[in-house]
């Protein structure tokens, strides 16, 4: 937290994440409750935009949203002057906090405010200006952790919020390119770890991960890299339905050339290799990996003329509309995938590719037993009259 942001006499306000306001160690609107009152939206307009200042009109579409009014100017006096009984309360000075002039309403300067938002900005601007490398990346690091989330992030239905809040995501984006750069140049990749890590949960589903895997890949950490590649897949596609960015499967490439095996004969590498005899059923693999076989198969396809299909289970309601959560969803597809793995064969290749979605890679057959392969997995998959079904999408590969 900046200096200013622990003086006494200084009005805290936060609006990244939520919004919260503290005088003197005391919360007067806390995160966790309800930031849509009236109170909240004239301080919100009036602390932020304390140079700007907020016109009549602004305010009165933000406290009334546009209803007609008898008495408008009656109407944001009297939220004003609840608004300043309740700032006397928590201790703060005895004074107009809302200041008219020329058609506008303004913060007084008599009470000073600490504003994560304008922080940062302040800190971005002076960063600008900064040529000695190791002080412009401590700015910047305490620029990107006072972003605590984006700004009033919800309350995004506002269209003054919604401005703010796509110009503070464009500062945040910049400055942790930024940083990220400055931390690999100097080889900070402990810090380039923690920062992409902290960007991921900040703003998740925004690629940050490949920060992390850039770390991990520079500092020669294997294992944490493939297990944040596949940590990332599984995300991303089991909740948003969407794969990760280019950029990270060519990281995961890049990892894959530059790492070795120490010397071993053949026959070592290759029982090394060896699947479980034991297994049973088509072979279940990850997105990245079901994606790499894709990829061979059709080079392969295109050579021997075996014909390969690439199907899409999908778990439909009585509508026929996919499946996307709920509990229902939630006990169907484990059985789903059960039914799948055990009627395609061994060398069939199946994938979960999201929490109501199955792929399927039928090798050297033809439509027709496609055809024949749904049918056997919804006698499995079909039970006690049960309405929800799935729908099947088959493609030639080549």
Known sequence: MSERNRKENVLVVNFFGSF????????????????????????QLLTHFTKEGVNKNTLLN????????????????????????????YGLPKVNYFVAKEGKYYWNEEVEIYEDAKEFERILTE????????????????????????????QIGVVWITKENWRYRKLFVSCVNELAALLEKNGR?????????????????SDWETLTMQAY??????????????????????EQGIKPSNKMFELINKLG????HSSGSLQEIQDHMQEDEEARGGYSCSYPVFHGIYQAISRISERSGQMIYLMLCTIVDTKGNALTKGEKLEELSPRLEEAIRTTIRRSDIMNK????????????????????????????????RQRISVRYYVNPIR
């Open 20 to 43: 919260s306001m503290s005088y003197n160690g005391k919360t007067i609107t806390d995160k966790a409750k309800n930031n849509e009152n009236q109170f909240n939206y004239l301080m």
């Open 62 to 89: 933000a406290l009334f949203f546009g209803r007609d009014l008898n008495n408008p100017n009656h109407a944001i006096h009297s939220v004003m002057y609840n608004a300043k009984k309740r700032l006397q309360s």
């Open 127 to 154: 960063a600008e200006n900064e040529e000695d490398e190791d002080r412009k990346i401590a700015m910047l690091q305490e620029a990107v952790y006072i972003y605590q989330g984006d700004f009033l992030e919800n």
């Open 189 to 205: 990749y402990e810090q380039l770890e923690n920062l992409g890590l902290y960007a991921s949960r900040i703003q998740p589903f």
């Open 217 to 238: 890949i520079a500092s020669g950490y294997i294992d944490d890299a493939y297990e944040l590649f596949d940590k990332t897949v599984e995300l991303y596609l089991h």
């Open 257 to 260: 050339e530059q790492f070795e």
């Open 353 to 384: 590719y999201n929490k109501g979605q199955y792929l399927v890679l039928l090798m050297n057959t033809t439509i027709e037993n496609c055809e024949i392969i749904q049918h056997r997995i919804n006698e499995k998959f079909m039970i006690n």
